[in-house]
């Protein structure tokens, strides 16, 4: 299980790292406000970002916290492209069950947002949840 040390957001990282592996994405990007998707040049694209945290047990009077944060990860194509159902599917296979580092397994949840399409592009979302340990101050 991942430990949360000095960075509470430190899987985002490790969560990048898995998507750079994903063959044929050309950009894969953090991003800390959904509007900035509109302005994608590069596709296929992935972007993520992180979407909270539900709180599982505490122990030792609350000084130790278990958690499953929730990362979103957004797959960006040229409308009516041919090739999004097999990148998002190359997407889901890089991280579903997948160890990154300490973190993991990423595990697919049911996404809170619906795919989004303009004149341009089209966004696919996906949700993946990471359990993490937090050790707080005795």
């Not at 406000?33 to 970002?49: R, V």
């Not at 990423?106 to 795919?115: A, E, F, G, L, S």
């Amino acid at each position: 299980m991942f430990e949360i040390k000095d960075d509470f957001l430190a899987a985002g990282q490790l969560l990048e790292t898995a998507l750079s592996a994903v063959p044929g994405i050309r950009h894969v990007k953090a991003l800390d406000d959904l509007a900035e998707i509109d302005k994608t040049n590069h596709t296929p694209a992935l972007f993520y970002l992180y979407y909270g945290e539900q709180l599982a047990e505490t122990a030792h009077a609350g000084a130790n916290t278990q958690l499953k944060q929730t990362w979103l990860v957004i797959l960006a194509e040229r409308k009516g492209s041919k090739a999004a159902g097999k990148n998002i599917a190359a997407t889901i296979r890089a991280l579903a069950g997948k160890m990154t580092g300490d973190a993991g397994p990423w595990q697919r949840v049911n996404t809170p947002i619906k795919p989004r399409y303009t004149s341009g592009h089209a966004f696919y979302p996906l949700a993946v949840t990471c359990q993490m340990r937090m050790r707080g101050n005795r």
